[in-house]
């Protein structure tokens, strides 16, 4: 294995031990803010032997500004009126992992905490998806999850996109061509660094193709533990825009870059392990669709809290241009068997193989989040026993009448959440209040924009 990869067995005094005496000068360290962006700095090989044991400090302002680094004013956990004081974070010394691509620096993530690293803070993605974790052990279950994601990329840099005011980007390939080998063999250099640079970084890629649409590329990353598969996919995202910028290449996870062209997926992958027979708890080889109860209590749960906690999967404004018919992306709350017009698509296999594809969620979103909702929900599914609403779906997901629809922009889906005791419930009041926060200034950010879709329609006609 290489020295890359995480070990999760590692303990904080022999990662120390093993920084001592490596003779690196330097450590990077980064933490992720509500949107699911990797926050990070280089610190000297001192201070990180220093903050292993008593952790360092972040602006809180992480939690205080949107993408664009503009300050919110509406959340009460940071703003103007607390000073912006530093906020706790401690590295977990279980994201252990070097940088092939940047010297093979040390590398580590934290997450967020205070009163001397004994409580966690409750608005931290990490620590959320961590909750969630905890209760599913509670529930006598262990997880495995994976995410998958859809991207475009574009030969472009972040100075010459900006410079064409964002418009009319260069794609890396034309024409819509699905698995295709010919694309690949044509970008060699990129897609080896992206499948050797990543294994090497501790973020195996299990399968690499390009998807129907030109420039776009689909990466299944090998499942684990939820909170290394939260790991992963956050440095999934990072990574490849690190590495495709050594190639002229610019990747983007948007939702939906072009009214025209599919949108990007992040599907969720998640199965339930007993934890006492060590079997998938999902499985059960008597049923048809070989779904257990335990199965179907869960993808019920699933489906009675999705309208309520969209934004975790559908964050942005433009989240929403996915979430349309005949784009692979679900509009109702249904589910169906191998079936990818549905929200959720159960995938019956054999006992190590069964497990249920969570589809609404977009690639735009914060990883340690929508993983958090698919397991809470799903775990509420099983301890309230919910029985499934509805029969599968077996055909056009689209054409499902009887299934409710999902909310239909940002605004509305912000609402319905944060007015939901089902989500409180789930999540807890601090993080319900603050997330629902940050996409209220989202959605007016939106509002007071003057889109080219405008320009083009008004300008001279009205």
């Not at 967020?112 to 599913?136: D, M, S």
């Not at 840099?157 to 418009?167: I, R």
């Not at 050797?196 to 390009?210: C, N, Q, R």
């Not at 779904?291 to 309520?308: D, I, T």
Request: charged residues 20%; neutral net charge.
């Amino acid at each position: 294995m290489s020295d890359a990869v995480p070990r999760r067995g590692l303990t904080l005094e022999q990662l120390t031990e093993e920084i001592s005496r490596s003779g690196v000068t330097k450590v990077k360290v980064a933490v992720t803010d509500i949107d699911g962006v990797l926050r990070g700095k280089y610190i000297h090989r001192d201070k990180f032997l220093s903050a292993a044991t008593s952790g360092l400090g972040f602006c809180n302002v992480v939690f205080g500004w949107d993408m664009a680094d503009v300050c919110t004013d509406n959340a009460r956990y940071t703003g103007w009126h607390t000073g912006y004081p530093d906020a706790e974070v401690r590295l977990d010394p279980a994201t252990f992992r070097k940088v092939p691509w940047d010297g093979q620096v040390p590398f580590l993530l934290g997450d967020f905490w205070y009163g001397g690293g004994k409580n966690p803070l409750e608005i931290c993605p990490r620590q959320l998806l961590k909750k969630v974790i905890a209760r599913t052990v509670e529930a006598g279950f262990d997880a495995l999850t994976s995410l998958e994601y859809e991207w475009f990329n574009f030969r472009e840099t972040p100075q010459s996109l900006a410079g064409k005011g964002h418009t009319r980007p260069e794609l890396l390939t034309p024409g819509m061509f699905g698995y295709s080998v010919l694309r690949l063999s044509q970008n060699q250099p990129f897609v080896n660094a992206l499948t050797d640079d990543m294994g090497a970084f501790g973020v195996p890629i299990e399968g690499l193709h390009t998807e129907t649409g030109p420039g776009v590329f689909e990466a299944a990353i090998m499942y684990s533990d939820p909170l290394e598969a939260g790991d992963r996919a956050v440095l999934f995202k990072t990574g490849a825009k690190e590495i495709g910028h050594r190639f002229g290449i610019l990747p983007t996870f948007m939702a939906k870059w072009n009214a025209d062209l599919p949108g990007c997926s992040g599907h969720v992958h998640q199965s339930l392990w007993d934890r006492k027979s060590g079997k998938n708890a999902f499985y059960d080889e008597r049923d048809p669709y070989r779904m257990s109860e335990v199965f179907n209590h869960y993808v019920a749960g699933q489906m009675h809290c999705l309208p309520e906690i969209l934004p975790l999967y559908a964050p942005t404004v433009n989240s929403y241009k996915r979430l349309v018919e005949g784009a692979w992306a679900p509009t109702k709350v249904n589910w169906g068997v191998d079936n990818r017009t549905t929200a959720l698509r159960v995938i019956p296999g054999s006992g190590k193989s069964t497990r249920l594809e969570t589809r609404v969620n977009g690639s735009d979103s914060n990883p340690y989040l929508a993983l958090a909702a698919a397991l809470a929900s799903g775990l509420y599914g099983i301890t309230h026993k919910l029985a499934l609403p509805s029969d599968r779906v077996a055909g056009n997901g689209y054409q499902d009448i009887e299934a409710p629809a999902l909310p239909r922009n940002l605004y509305e889906a912000t609402v319905k959440m944060e007015k939901s005791a089902l989500a409180r419930d789930l999540f807890g009041d601090a993080f319900v209040d603050h997330f629902a926060a940050t996409r209220h200034w989202e959605w007016r950010q939106f509002s007071k924009a003057v889109t080219s879709w405008e320009m083009v329609r008004y300008f001279e006609i009205i």
